[in-house]
């Protein structure tokens, strides 16, 4: 009875003796929370990733040994095609059976790296069969085709549209050749249909050329524009500011890391918002993108597979 009484009160006078010296500040404390990571400071990167031959995943991938967090913002899929209907003459949003598996399987491909904070666009790009961005008819085609367009960005829970006006071979089929209000109809019905979303303009082609008819100039619609030339400089003739532009391109593991790492550099000495970035694959690229990282944010880039 003694020793349990004993022990009581040096509970109770140790439990007092903390009380105080909490209050006079003699105590440390211990668990306190870590200090946050940094914020990721920088121009946006962005990755194109060819799904035909890999996976969307890859993009989630690396991160920046600083913590600041991914180092890619903005995820492309590569990419879906407008096709020609010979019997209806009009122009549809068409998928390959790989562009089709990533949207199928959007719980595993898209949602993981939307949850990390990345953004997923779909590209869309010409199929050799006459129908591109720049030689629709009509203003009620044009938006048929924007809304086919808005329709999947929404199903599919994406985050935009990247238009890249290549391999249309205007004249196929029948088809006209491009015309000054086509893709000017196309980017306003897209945009009234998406007002949240991404439009991107991968600056090549007829389209990039045609963004003012009527006295509207959509310029101002996108929300960035790069450059088309992997391993060049070439800033896009598009009225944004410099930080929705991308004049520097590279493709991972084929530019050279000293020239991946001197387009960096530029982009942030000349005050350039965007990084562009195509053929992502399934490999460890974290040496090649590192290249990049450390003129943009000052960190390493690491992989996890």
Known sequence: MFTLVRSRVRTAALALSAVAALASGTIATTGAAAAPAPAKQGPT?????????????????????????????????????????TGTKAAYLYFNANVQRVLDNAATEIRPLQQKGIKVVLSVLGNHQGAGFANFPSQ???????????????????????????????????????????????????????????????????????????GVDVSSKFDYAWNPYYGTWQVPGIALPKSKLSPAAVEIGRTSQSTSAALARRTVSEGYGVYLTYNLDGADRSSDVSAFTRELYGSDAVYTP
């Open 45 to 85: 990167s962005v990755a194109y990733v060819e799904v035909n031959n890999n996976s969307m995943r890859n993009v989630g991938k690396y991160t920046l040994a600083n913590g600041s967090g991914n180092v890619f913002d903005v995820a492309v899929i590569f990419a879906a095609n407008i096709n020609y209907d």
């Open 140 to 214: 009620q085609a044009a938006s048929a085709f924007a809304k086919q367009l808005s329709d999947t960005v929404t199903k599919y829970g994406l985050d935009g549209v990247d238009f890249d006006d290549e391999y249309a071979e205007y004249g196929n089929n029948g088809t006209g050749q491009p015309n000054g209000s086509s893709f000017v109809q196309l980017v306003t019905a897209l945009r009234a249909n998406m007002p949240g979303k991404i439009i991107s303009l991968y600056n090549i082609g007829p389209a990039a050329s045609r963004l003012s008819f009527g």
